[in-house]
């Protein structure tokens, strides 16, 4: 057990070391989503100057185009808020008529956008690690941790993954609820509701568990929607709005789904068992005011975006989700940090192979294509193959049960309501160091790939 030393926080070297390590996954990698939904996000408002809007979905629902075949599978606010951002993009191409993702400068601006959502997550975490009465260095590990931390190294280093653009609201929406302003709540998860439905998922526990009258729920939830519901009625009817939406619809059911036992009559989802359970504890659970709220709603987050994670057929790029939550009770349960850091990283690491072992196609040196290396180094083909990772493949069930355990020790190490030894510790350097350093595996092993 480590001690606490008087001014116990993350050191320039740690901060140096991390901040190349982003940077080179950075510009080195990327999963062509991002590519396609900055695409479509340009394609918004070039039709919003036309005043030509109602064709958005039809003029990108392409088949064999120059980025394969594409179509929308998200409501238009998310295209709305990242085009905002790609503006420029739409100019230069007006001006200079290139096409901005043949060009490596043009990809990590439209990629930078992250990094600005990122900023925007932890700046908004700072206030409500402030409004929970947490010290400065527990600000400055929650900030050095949420970076490091190899789902954040993976989804928005790798991948490019835009789901952080919904935390970020999501966040906002819950620093507003600790301060039981109703307006403000509701508005900011109606925003990332409409962006990604996920931030539903969290919405509905923490409203059950401040409001017991019906009526208001059924007000709130119904006000959280509007935007999604706005979005949709709009489109209802126009061209390729459905075909675009309903196969990216029927995927996430069939997610959901995947996690299942047998029941009476058909399968049964775990995910729904769980989730269920957890909104009718929050009904049932007395509340308090200020103290419940301070005390559970950040335990809620990570429970609901915990099992999301672990009991649902997750995409790589949505395990970003729980990172939040997962950093709050690094820093938050003093007592116990070598044991929670501990935990964390056999949860995280485990649940990570499971999503290279099972996304071969997602894991591979193709992530490199468009990026530095790859226009340092250029290949006619890139290979689809990682080594040595088809042999994980009989590990699966083991790797699954131990993330599942791990994470029932995590939510039961941090209950709010266990009693816990009045002993502040620091943080274990040396786990931290393993934690940070673990993506270097699976991206040394897609670069070895990228050169045979």
């Not at 996920?198 to 009258?213: D, Q, S, T, V």
């Not at 030894?421 to 070895?448: A, D, E, S, Y």
Request: hydrophobic share 55%; net charge positive; with cysteine.
């Amino acid at each position: 057990m480590q001690k606490l030393k008087k001014k116990d926080v993350p050191t320039k070297i740690e901060w140096i070391f991390l901040i190349i390590l982003f940077l080179f996954l950075f510009v080195n990698f990327m999963f062509p989503d991002i590519i396609l939904t900055t695409n479509h996000s340009i394609s918004f408002y070039d039709l919003l100057f036309k005043n030509d809007l109602i064709h958005f979905y039809s003029e990108n629902y392409i088949i064999n185009g120059p980025l394969g075949t594409t179509f929308m599978t998200y409501d238009f606010p998310i295209f709305a808020v990242m085009g905002l951002w790609n503006i420029p993009l739409l100019l230069l191409q007006k001006i200079f008529n290139f096409i901005w993702y043949n060009n490596f400068f043009s990809i990590l601006y439209a990629k930078s956008i992250l990094i600005l959502f990122s900023i925007l997550t932890l700046w908004i975490m700072k206030k409500i690690l402030i409004l929970l009465k947490k010290e400065k260095n527990d600000i400055s590990w929650y900030n050095f941790l949420f970076i490091s931390s190899p789902i954040f190294l993976m989804v928005i280093g790798l991948f490019a993954g835009y789901d952080i653009i919904s935390i970020f609201f999501s966040l906002v929406g819950i620093y507003y609820y600790l301060q039981n302003k109703d307006k403000q709540f509701l508005l900011f998860f109606a925003i990332a509701i409409s962006l990604k439905l996920f931030a539903l998922i969290l919405f509905i526990p923490l409203l059950l568990l401040k409001y017991k009258k019906l009526g208001k729920i059924v007000l709130y939830l119904a006000i959280s929607l509007s935007i999604l519901v706005f979005s949709k009625i709009i489109y209802m009817n126009a061209p390729m709005y459905q075909e675009s939406l309903n196969s990216f619809n029927d995927g996430m059911i069939t997610y959901l789904m995947t996690n299942n036992f047998a029941g009476s009559f058909s399968n049964v989802s775990i995910f729904a068992i769980i989730y269920t359970i957890i909104c009718i504890w929050c009904y049932l659970k007395e509340y308090k005011g200020k103290e419940t709220l301070e005390k559970y709603t950040m335990y809620i987050g990570l429970v609901v975006m915990g099992a999301f994670c672990t009991f649902v057929t997750i995409h790589p790029q949505w395990f970003i989700l729980i990172l939040p939550y997962l950093c709050y009770f690094l820093i938050e349960n003093k007592e116990e940090r070598y044991q929670n850091v501990l935990l964390e990283i056999v949860y995280v690491v485990s649940i990570l192979l499971v999503l290279i072992t099972h996304y071969t196609w997602v894991f591979c040196p193709t992530l490199l294509y468009r990026m530095l290396i790859n226009n340092l180094f250029p290949l006619e083909t890139i290979s689809t193959h990682m080594p040595l990772i088809a042999r994980l493949n009989e590990y699966l069930p083991l790797l699954s049960g131990v993330s599942i355990a791990c994470f029932i020790a995590i939510l039961y190490l941090n209950f709010p309501d266990r009693k816990k030894k009045i002993v502040n510790t620091g943080m274990p350097k040396n786990l931290i160091w393993i934690r940070m350093c673990f993506i270097l595996i699976p991206v040394l092993l897609m670069i070895i790939g990228y050169f045979r």
